[in-house]
């Protein structure tokens, strides 16, 4: 090659450096679109990721503000990274996952060999063995992701009892990025920190009822709480087989897009899965900017948006409005109110309860019954509940007591009358006479509403959908609230979500909506987490390291 042509190729190359750098170098705002192209072009490779996370993880986890977002690391990581950097150079990529970190929800099962554990952040479940890992592990380590390690949550994903978001016997209390000591909400707390502050490309959450909307809402960051069945929950430990889902929470739509299409599909170890569309869709062809465009966006004001029952601040209702404003101005006609004809019903029934109650005890039983080991000797509910009592210092410290949600499950007596009427009951008033009765009477493609309340209720019942995306932020001025021992809510800068809510699979233009306002407004750059919150390390720091 001529001298004169190989110095215009090296300089070119270090142009797309450059300019890939200037763009790209805050991993508190990069996506997994420029983080493949950067490994793509060899910018930096999985291994370099892996250690900028951890680096970021370590600065802000147990130090400095302590946001005890991660329980645990994974061992392993940096060797799949290596094995990944290797295989894209032999063969090329797999998926836009390929070589990219994702953290999981400690209640997503790894295989233990792997070194990490499974336990919805309790000690009762610490080294514990799982028979296999997670249906949507296995698409991940398919599409070429990294398993960087597992998030903190409300132990056992808020049903333990009355106790404080995000506190986990495990993993202590996680708090808020966005203001000290602040309510991260839950249950998929750490995922949701994590993914605001760059602790990794994207994460996951699950949600039985608002558990991946409401810290995606307190967080600043997007979340899909995708239909009952669109996802498999095969390995994961369980609340409700008629609630539960796994969805992505992450920086932007399009990330979430990215995941979705990834760990979307039926699974023969979740026979709700089965029930699903045929073919599941590219979620990302959804991302359009001019999707808003004639669709029917209706409001459910009655029940939901009524502050004395929602016990949301009147503020909200302000940044809601201006979101209703944008709307229109992005094409889309909104119908307001368009109630649910069982919003009263809604708020009073206590069908969820006995529904939850009664599928926790028949599932967690199934899953300390499946391990191929347990060193706490945990096989069943009562023995967990023993177990709790047995070790206040490790699950019961002052303010952490209650497990009246573990208590009142083990009471139920399996799939008796009473609980088949209320699963009945719930479907009618979620769905039948719920979002697909308001759909319907209205012609809507949509409904529209801040996360505050009982937002999530209807969709969980129903088994329904939910994309949620930031809105705004509580003013300087807001008081501050008591959120539990720890924490503190609302809180000034604290992050506020917007939600759209559709019918069984509608994914796919939920997506396209939250997109649409999303690139109009922004909102996520709008505001930072705190400054001590926000990790240093940068990609470009590994980098320099390894050529110093």
């Given at each position: 090659m001529p001298n004169c042509l190989r110095s215009v190729i090296l300089g070119l190359f270090a142009l797309s450096q450059s300019t890939w750098w200037?763009?790209?170098?805050?991993?508190?705002?990069?996506?997994?679109?420029?983080?493949?192209?950067?490994?793509?072009?060899?910018?930096?490779s999985s291994v370099d990721l892996v250690q900028a996370y951890f680096a970021r993880i370590d600065e802000v986890n147990l130090k400095g503000p302590a946001l005890r977002a991660v329980i645990e690391t994974n061992p392993s990581a940096l060797s799949q990274a290596a094995a990944l950097d290797k295989e894209r150079k032999r063969s090329g990529k797999r998926s836009l996952l390929h070589g990219i970190p994702v953290l999981l929800k400690d209640n997503i099962a790894t295989v233990a060999s792997e070194g990490m554990n499974t336990t919805a952040g309790s000690f009762g479940l610490l080294g514990s063995v799982v028979p296999d890992e997670a249906g949507v592990v296995k698409r991940l380590r398919k599409a070429g992701a990294i398993i960087l390690g597992k998030t903190n949550l409300s132990e056992f994903a808020h049903f333990r009892g009355n106790i404080a978001s995000g506190w986990s016997g495990r993993g202590g209390q996680c708090t808020n990025a966005y203001f000290p000591n602040a309510d991260p909400c839950g249950s998929s707390s750490g995922s949701g920190v994590a993914a605001s502050i760059g602790l990794a490309a994207v994460t996951l959450g699950t949600e039985t009822d608002g558990s991946i909307t409401c810290p995606s809402s307190w967080n600043n960051v997007v979340g899909i709480k995708p239909t009952v069945g669109l996802t498999s929950r095969a390995g994961v430990i369980p609340i409700s087989p008629h609630q539960d889902s796994v969805g992505p929470i992450t920086r932007s739509m399009t990330d979430a897009a990215i995941v979705l299409s990834i760990i979307a599909g039926p699974d023969p170890n979740d026979n709700f899965t089965l029930a699903q569309p045929h073919t599941v869709p590219d979620f990302t062809k959804a991302l359009n900017a001019n999707s808003l465009k004639g669709k029917r966006i209706g409001v459910p004001r009655r029940v939901f948006l009524n502050d004395s029952i929602?016990?949301?601040?009147?503020?909200?209702?302000?940044?809601?409005?201006?979101?209703?404003?944008?709307?229109?101005?992005?094409?889309?006609?909104?119908?307001?109110?368009?109630?649910?004809?069982?919003?009263?019903?809604?708020?009073i029934s206590n069908n969820e309860t006995v529904v939850i109650n009664v599928d926790f005890k028949i599932q967690i039983n199934d899953w300390f019954q499946s391990l191929l080991e347990n060193p706490s000797g945990v096989r069943s509910l009562a023995d967990l509940i023993k177990f709790n009592d047995d070790n206040p210092t490790?699950?019961?410290?002052?303010?952490?007591?209650?497990?009246?949600?573990?208590?009142?499950?083990?009471?139920?007596?399996?799939?008796?009358?009473?609980?088949?009427?209320?699963?009945?009951f719930d479907k009618d008033l979620g769905a039948t006479r719920g979002i697909d009765a308001v759909l319907e009477a209205h012609n809507l493609d949509a409904l529209v509403l801040p996360v505050i309340g009982f937002v999530a209720a209807p969709s969980a019942i129903a088994g329904y959908p939910i994309i949620t995306v930031p809105l705004g932020f509580y003013p300087d001025n807001i008081t501050i609230g008591s959120a539990g021992p720890e924490t503190v809510w609302p809180v000034p800068g604290g992050p506020i979500g917007l939600s759209f809510l559709g019918t069984a699979f509608s994914e796919f233009d939920l997506i396209g909506f939250g997109y649409a306002y999303e690139q109009k407004t922004k909102t996520r750059l709008e505001r930072r987490a705190f400054a001590a919150a926000i990790p240093k390390t940068q990609l470009k720091d590994i980098v320099a390291g390894r050529a110093s």
């Open positions: 200037e763009a790209h170098s805050d991993l508190e705002a990069c996506s997994q679109i420029p983080l493949a192209g950067g490994i793509g072009r060899g910018h930096f929602s016990g949301a601040d009147p503020f909200i209702s302000i940044v809601f409005e201006q979101a209703l404003a944008v709307i229109r101005s992005l094409g889309a006609i909104v119908v307001d109110p368009a109630d649910l004809p069982s919003a009263d019903e809604i708020v490790l699950e019961e410290p002052t303010g952490f007591e209650d497990q009246s949600g573990l208590i009142e499950s083990g009471r139920t007596n399996g799939l008796n009358s009473s609980y088949f009427n209320s699963l009945a």
